[in-house]
């Protein structure tokens, strides 16, 4: 009985990657998601201007706008606006779709510690004196 082995067998090279590989499936939606929340986010920006512009909800920022002067300027007034909303509203559809995703998976995931697992011991720890 060796005194610092154990009686596990080591796990090949092959086990190993196996278990670090993620799904195709997940590469394949992380992917549509790459391509499908800046186009929701453009589109919700498009609709978000439109609209303020026809109902008036809050007043549109003029040092946004472009001129004929401008670097980015090619005859839309409101690029610069529409970037910036592009973007912030990327951002915040990727947060709603991590937290939905982060409780779909609080709900159905497996649980951490399985039957035949000892719960983690909680004490207290001490730092020795030197």
């Known amino acids: 009985m060796p005194k610092y082995g154990s009686y596990q067998r080591e796990p090949t090279r092959d086990e190993r990657e196996s278990r670090r590989k993620i799904h195709p499936i997940w590469r394949g939606v992380g992917f549509a998601m790459m391509i499908i929340i800046p186009i929701m986010a453009y589109a919700t920006t498009i609709l978000l201007i439109t609209q303020n512009q026809a109902k008036g909800w809050f007043p549109m920022p003029v040092d946004l706008a472009a ?45 951490r510690y399985g039957p035949y697992d000892v719960p983690p011991i909680k004490a207290k720890v001490r730092k020795r004196a030197r």
């Not at 300027?73 to 910036?84: A, E, H, S, T, V």
């Not at 592009?86 to 779709?97: C, D, G, R």
């Open 67 to 111: 001129g004929p002067g401008d670097f980015l300027y090619n005859g839309d007034p409101w690029l610069y606006l529409k970037i910036i909303l592009t973007v912030s509203l990327a951002l915040l559809f990727f947060a709603i779709f991590n937290l939905f995703t982060f409780v779909i998976n609080s709900l159905f995931a497996p649980p």
